[in-house]
């Protein structure tokens, strides 16, 4: 996803991904609902065919998802007890710096969301923000020195029973204004927790994914 070379928002999705059909729907749902049109490159997709978003749990919905934070922001969050979403700090007067959504092109209310992102993400997602908040930029590369800070390990199935869960097509799963950590939290993960792999000079995005999934999955009985 990202800014088109008309400036536009774009979501480019692969048809041969198993959840093809559910993220195109969603998007265009998504799109839709908040007033915005969507163009569709897809020679020989019947876009009429595709089915409605589906309610509910699915087959494709990842049990865990991820958010992972600064440190800094991290204690903030702890005190509040909730992940809060950019436009609700704002609100409440902390300063906030959206990375995303100039040099991405996001609509504005992306801001309205927490971001979760799938424990295994394209990239190690989840630590390319960090990473890029760290930095001051977007920066995609898994492989770039950077600190870990805290990666927050959430119970995904139990936000979408719940009904907390939004699906924009882009995002494993967003949730509107603030979702509280209670009883969605189910371990956060340090540097601190887990080693440095021998021979690795420092940590990068994937290194501490690829560590963190490990001890979360060793630590994890829901």
Sequence with gaps: ????????????????????????????????????????????????????????????????????????????????????????????????????LSPLGEPADYLEYVMLAPVDGWGSGSEIVVSSRLRGEVCYDPGVAYTPQARMFFDAHRIIADGLAVRDGVHALKVHGALPLEPYLLLTVFAGDVALPPGQPHWTPSLFTAQANAYFSQNISV
């Design 1 to 100: 996803m990202g800014k088109s070379p008309c400036g536009c928002y774009r979501l480019v999705v692969n048809p041969g991904s198993a959840d093809f059909s559910e993220r195109l729907s969603d998007f265009i749902a998504y799109e839709n609902a908040h007033g915005r049109q969507v163009m569709i490159d897809a020679p020989g997709l019947d876009v009429g065919g595709l089915p409605g978003p589906a309610a509910g749990l699915r087959p494709s919905d990842p049990r865990y998802a991820v958010h992972s934070t600064l440190l800094s922001s991290h204690e903030k969050i702890l005190r509040d007890g909730h992940l809060k979403s950019p436009a609700r700090l704002a609100a409440e007067g902390a300063p906030v710096r959206a990375i995303g």
